[in-house]
C-alpha cells in the first residue's frame, strides 16, 4: 500500500501505530506460517440483541462488530494486527500540508455481493448516511467533519474538512463507516449486502449468522482462509465457557478469568489476551442530579476501591483506571498524572461541601455492559458505605441493555473497547452533542482543547494538550473509569494466525474470521 502524505504525517502516523500494538501476550503458539484453506468457523459470541442488523450505524457491541466490518462489509481503511494502518477500499490516500484536503484513491475490480461494481459513488453516498436527517450513528462525528465530498473519478475522491485531522484516515476505519451500494444501501441493510470476504447465508438477529466465502475476492487468498463460518449469540459467559470447553465452538471472546485455570488446564484449548485501551466505565448523566453536582461526582471517584476491582473482577488482567478514556497503547497516556485514590473521607469531605451528609444512589448493572459488572457494581456498593454513600445496585436484562439503560439511566456500567487515536476516542465519548456522548459532560476549556489539539500537528503540543484533556476528566469529567480490561479470548488449538494478535478490539481486532484458519 502507497501511504501518501506530508512527512511529518508519516512520522506522526508511525509513531502511533507502533504504541496501539503493544501486547501482553498474544497466542504464540497458535502462529503458524502457512495458511491453510477450508473448514467451518464456528464462534460463540457475547454482545448480541435482538435489535441486531446490518447497520453499521447502530453497532455498540462484539457480535456485530466482529459479523459486520469483520467479514460482510469493508471500510475504506484498516488497522492492522500490529496496529499500523493500511489500505481496505482505499488503496492509498494523500493529505494537503494543513491536513484539511485528504485524497482518497479507491481499489478497482471490487464488487458487493449482488454483483455491483464498487466506486467513488458508493463511498459518498454511504458516508452521506451518517449525517443525513434522523440518523442515529455513533460516527456522525467523524462524518459530520466533512464539508465538502467531490468525486474526481470513479476511483477517486477528495474530502475537505471544516479543520485540519491529522488523524483522518484512522476514523475511516471505524466499524460504523461501512461502505454500501449507492442507491441500495436499505437492501444492503436488509440482506448484509457488502463487499467483505464472506457474504451472508442467514441472520438472526441475537440468536446465530451464517456466512460463506465470497469466490474471487479482491483481498485474494491472503485473507479468509475458512469456507464458511457459524456465529452464535452466547451472551452467558458459562454457556460460553461450556461451549468451548466442549468443542461445541472453535473461538469465544470475553473469557471470564475466574475460569482460567479450567482453560489452561484443558489441552485442546489456549486464552490468547493482549493488552489495549479498553476500559470498563460507570458514567453518569451530568444533567441529571446528583450528578450535576461537581463534589458528587468526585466523591463518587474517591469511593472506589480501583485495586480489588482489577483484583476481584479481572484477576489481575488488567490495570487501575484513572477515570478518563486514554489507555496504556495510545501515543499520548498520560500516565503521571495524580492517582484518584480509594479515600472514603475525602469523599465524605466533598459530600460536606456539596452540603450533603450522605448520598442514595442508583446504579444500574448488568453483565452485558462487561463480565463481572454486576459484581464491580456490588464491590463498589461495598466501598463506598465508609463513605457515607448508600449505592443501590439495580440489576437490568442482558438482553436490550445497550438500547434501554445505557444512555437512558442516570448511572450504569459500561465499557469501551477505546480507539486508536485520542482525538478518535475524545469525539466518539467525550465531544459536546455526539450520540455517544454517555454523561453530557459540559467543560469549556475540554471542548476547547478537543478542536485545537485535532487539528495540531505538533506532537509535543498535541501530547501536552491531550495530557490536560485527560487530566480534565480526571477532576471534572461525569464516568467513574476504574480499571483497564485486558482482551482475553479462547481459541481451539487447532486454530493458527501468523501475526501478533490485534488490540484495537478483542477477537483480533475484530478480525479473526479473515486472519485465522484451521492447520488440523
Given at each position: 500500500m502507497t501511504f501518501n502524505m506530508n512527512r511529518r504525517g508519516v512520522l506522526k502516523a508511525g509513531a502511533a501505530a507502533g504504541l496501539v500494538a503493544a501486547t501482553v501476550k498474544t497466542?504464540?503458539?497458535?502462529?503458524?506460517?502457512?495458511?491453510?484453506?477450508?473448514?467451518?468457523?464456528?464462534l460463540g459470541l457475547a454482545g448480541a440483541n435482538t435489535s441486531d442488523s446490518w447497520d453499521g450505524r447502530t453497532h455498540s457491541d462484539s457480535f456485530m462488530i466482529v459479523m459486520a466490518h469483520g467479514a460482510v462489509f469493508d471500510c475504506l481503511t484498516e488497522i492492522a494486527a500490529d496496529g499500523s494502518l493500511k489500505g481496505e477500499l482505499a488503496e492509498s490516500w494523500e493529505a494537503s500540508a494543513d491536513a484539511k484536503?485528504?485524497?482518497?484513491?479507491?481499489?478497482?475490480?471490487?464488487?458487493?455481493?449482488?454483483?455491483?461494481?464498487?466506486?467513488?459513488?458508493?463511498?459518498?453516498?454511504?458516508?452521506?448516511?451518517?449525517?443525513?436527517?434522523?440518523?442515529k450513528s455513533a460516527a456522525k462525528p467523524i462524518v459530520s467533519a466533512i464539508s465538502e465530498m467531490k468525486k474526481m473519478s470513479d476511483h477517486q475522491i477528495v474530502m475537505t474538512l471544516a479543520a485540519g485531522n491529522a488523524d483522518f484516515p484512522y476514523l475511516l476505519s471505524d466499524y460504523h463507516i461501512l461502505m454500501y451500494p449507492a442507491g441500495g444501501a436499505d437492501e444492503a441493510i436488509a440482506k448484509g449486502i457488502g463487499t467483505g470476504l464472506y457474504k451472508v447465508d442467514n441472520f438472526d438477529p441475537g440468536v446465530r449468522c451464517n456466512l460463506s466465502r465470497v469466490a474471487n475476492h479482491y483481498k485474494g487468498d491472503d485473507a479468509g482462509h475458512f469456507d464458511s463460518v457459524e456465529a452464535i449469540a452466547i451472551n452467558d459467559?458459562?454457556?460460553?465457557?461450556?461451549?468451548?470447553?466442549?468443542?461445541?465452538?472453535?473461538?469465544?471472546?470475553?473469557?471470564?478469568?475466574?475460569?482460567?485455570?479450567?482453560?489452561?488446564?484443558?489441552?485442546?484449548?489456549?486464552?490468547?489476551?493482549?493488552?489495549?485501551?479498553?476500559?470498563?466505565?460507570?458514567?453518569?448523566?451530568?444533567?441529571?442530579?446528583?450528578?450535576?453536582?461537581?463534589?458528587?461526582?468526585?466523591?463518587?471517584?474517591?469511593?472506589i476501591n480501583r485495586q480489588e476491582m482489577v483484583d476481584k473482577i479481572l484477576l489481575g488482567h488488567g490495570a487501575v483506571g484513572n477515570d478518563h478514556p486514554i489507555g496504556p497503547a495510545n501515543q499520548y497516556y498520560a500516565a503521571d498524572l495524580p492517582q484518584n485514590e480509594y479515600d472514603p473521607e475525602k469523599a465524605k469531605s466533598l459530600l460536606k461541601k456539596a452540603g450533603m451528609d450522605g448520598l442514595k444512589v442508583d446504579l444500574s448493572a448488568a453483565n452485558a455492559a462487561f463480565p463481572?459488572?454486576?459484581?464491580?457494581?456490588?464491590?463498589?456498593?461495598?466501598?463506598?458505605?465508609a463513605a457515607?454513600?448508600?449505592?443501590?445496585?439495580?440489576?437490568?436484562?442482558?438482553?436490550?441493555?445497550?438500547?434501554?439503560?445505557?444512555?437512558?439511566?442516570?448511572?450504569?456500567?459500561?465499557?469501551?473497547?477505546?480507539?486508536a487515536t485520542e482525538d478518535w476516542?475524545?469525539?466518539?465519548?467525550?465531544?459536546?452533542?455526539?450520540?455517544?456522548?454517555?454523561?453530557?459532560?459540559?467543560?469549556?476549556?475540554?471542548?476547547?482543547?478537543?478542536?485545537?489539539?485535532?487539528?495540531?500537528?505538533?506532537?509535543?503540543?498535541?501530547?501536552?494538550?491531550?495530557?490536560?484533556?485527560?487530566?480534565?476528566?480526571?477532576?471534572?469529567?461525569?464516568?467513574?473509569?476504574?480499571?483497564?480490561?485486558?482482551y482475553v479470548d479462547a481459541h481451539s488449538t487447532k486454530l493458527k494466525h501468523t501475526e501478533a494478535v490485534g488490540n484495537n478490539f478483542q477477537m483480533d481486532g475484530s478480525r479473526m474470521i479473515e486472519r485465522w484458519w484451521f492447520d488440523a
Amino acid at each position: 500500500m502507497t501511504f501518501n502524505m506530508n512527512r511529518r504525517g508519516v512520522l506522526k502516523a508511525g509513531a502511533a501505530a507502533g504504541l496501539v500494538a503493544a501486547t501482553v501476550k498474544t497466542a504464540s503458539a497458535a502462529a503458524h506460517a502457512t495458511p491453510k484453506k477450508g473448514g467451518t468457523l464456528r464462534l460463540g459470541l457475547a454482545g448480541a440483541n435482538t435489535s441486531d442488523s446490518w447497520d453499521g450505524r447502530t453497532h455498540s457491541d462484539s457480535f456485530m462488530i466482529v459479523m459486520a466490518h469483520g467479514a460482510v462489509f469493508d471500510c475504506l481503511t484498516e488497522i492492522a494486527a500490529d496496529g499500523s494502518l493500511k489500505g481496505e477500499l482505499a488503496e492509498s490516500w494523500e493529505a494537503s500540508a494543513d491536513a484539511k484536503t485528504w485524497t482518497f484513491n479507491l481499489r478497482k475490480g471490487v464488487t458487493f455481493h449482488n454483483g455491483k461494481a464498487f466506486g467513488a459513488d458508493d463511498v459518498i453516498a454511504s458516508l452521506n448516511m451518517h449525517t443525513a436527517e434522523g440518523a442515529k450513528s455513533a460516527a456522525k462525528p467523524i462524518v459530520s467533519a466533512i464539508s465538502e465530498m467531490k468525486k474526481m473519478s470513479d476511483h477517486q475522491i477528495v474530502m475537505t474538512l471544516a479543520a485540519g485531522n491529522a488523524d483522518f484516515p484512522y476514523l475511516l476505519s471505524d466499524y460504523h463507516i461501512l461502505m454500501y451500494p449507492a442507491g441500495g444501501a436499505d437492501e444492503a441493510i436488509a440482506k448484509g449486502i457488502g463487499t467483505g470476504l464472506y457474504k451472508v447465508d442467514n441472520f438472526d438477529p441475537g440468536v446465530r449468522c451464517n456466512l460463506s466465502r465470497v469466490a474471487n475476492h479482491y483481498k485474494g487468498d491472503d485473507a479468509g482462509h475458512f469456507d464458511s463460518v457459524e456465529a452464535i449469540a452466547i451472551n452467558d459467559s458459562n454457556a460460553r465457557q461450556t461451549a468451548m470447553m466442549t468443542g461445541q465452538v472453535d473461538c469465544i471472546n470475553r473469557v471470564d478469568t475466574k475460569a482460567e485455570a479450567l482453560y489452561n488446564a484443558n489441552p485442546n484449548v489456549e486464552i490468547f489476551e493482549v493488552t489495549g485501551n479498553q476500559h470498563y466505565t460507570l458514567p453518569m448523566l451530568t444533567n441529571v442530579a446528583p450528578f450535576d453536582t461537581l463534589e458528587v461526582r468526585q466523591a463518587l471517584k474517591h469511593a472506589i476501591n480501583r485495586q480489588e476491582m482489577v483484583d476481584k473482577i479481572l484477576l489481575g488482567h488488567g490495570a487501575v483506571g484513572n477515570d478518563h478514556p486514554i489507555g496504556p497503547a495510545n501515543q499520548y497516556y498520560a500516565a503521571d498524572l495524580p492517582q484518584n485514590e480509594y479515600d472514603p473521607e475525602k469523599a465524605k469531605s466533598l459530600l460536606k461541601k456539596a452540603g450533603m451528609d450522605g448520598l442514595k444512589v442508583d446504579l444500574s448493572a448488568a453483565n452485558a455492559a462487561f463480565p463481572g459488572a454486576i459484581d464491580a457494581a456490588q464491590l463498589f456498593q461495598a466501598s463506598a458505605k465508609a463513605a457515607g454513600i448508600e449505592i443501590n445496585v439495580v440489576q437490568e436484562p442482558d438482553d436490550g441493555y445497550w438500547s434501554n439503560v445505557w444512555l437512558k439511566k442516570p448511572w450504569c456500567a459500561c465499557y469501551w473497547s477505546g480507539r486508536a487515536t485520542e482525538d478518535w476516542m475524545f469525539s466518539t465519548n467525550y465531544e459536546l452533542g455526539v450520540p455517544w456522548n454517555d454523561t453530557h459532560w459540559e467543560n469549556a476549556r475540554f471542548q476547547e482543547l478537543l478542536l485545537t489539539a485535532r487539528a495540531e500537528l505538533d506532537s509535543g503540543k498535541r501530547k501536552d494538550m491531550y495530557t490536560e484533556m485527560q487530566m480534565l476528566c480526571s477532576t471534572d469529567g461525569g464516568t467513574v473509569v476504574p480499571m483497564y480490561a485486558n482482551y482475553v479470548d479462547a481459541h481451539s488449538t487447532k486454530l493458527k494466525h501468523t501475526e501478533a494478535v490485534g488490540n484495537n478490539f478483542q477477537m483480533d481486532g475484530s478480525r479473526m474470521i479473515e486472519r485465522w484458519w484451521f492447520d488440523a
